[in-house]
């Protein structure tokens, strides 16, 4: 179940469904679907392990069954962990969705 604290109560309510099982590896080390894009190019789509970048507060990651999570990005190399090793990414800026076990970056917006 999704915990959260409602805005305008205060109180921790749930959404009532069972999470979603995370996909793993053949390890069974989880993983998380990362899409990186622009309006011309896709980056990245696929599943990894984690995703690196930099907001205005500084440097942060995203692990599978991370909180949801919606950020503006700094210019940064951006770094994604996958099974066939790391995919570095040169952005100039960007915004990034996490919900549900998914990573969204939208580039050049």
Request: hydrophobic letters at 35%; charged letters at 30%.
């Given at each position: ?16 469904k069972?999470?979603?099982?995370a ?33 205005r ?10 909180h ?20 570095p ?21």
């Amino acid at each position: 179940m999704v915990k959260r604290t409602d805005a305008s109560t205060g109180q921790i309510v749930d959404d009532g469904k069972p999470d979603e099982p995370a996909a793993t590896d053949d390890s069974g080390k989880e993983l998380i679907d990362i899409k990186v894009y622009s309006p011309y190019k896709s980056y990245f789509d696929d599943k990894a392990y984690s995703v690196s970048a930099v907001n205005r507060t500084g440097a942060f990651d995203i692990l599978p069954r991370h909180h949801n999570f919606i950020s503006l990005l700094e210019p940064c190399e951006m770094k994604i962990e996958s099974p066939r090793g790391p995919v570095p990414i040169k952005i100039s800026g960007g915004i990034m969705h996490v919900r549900g076990n998914r990573v969204i970056v939208f580039l050049d917006v």
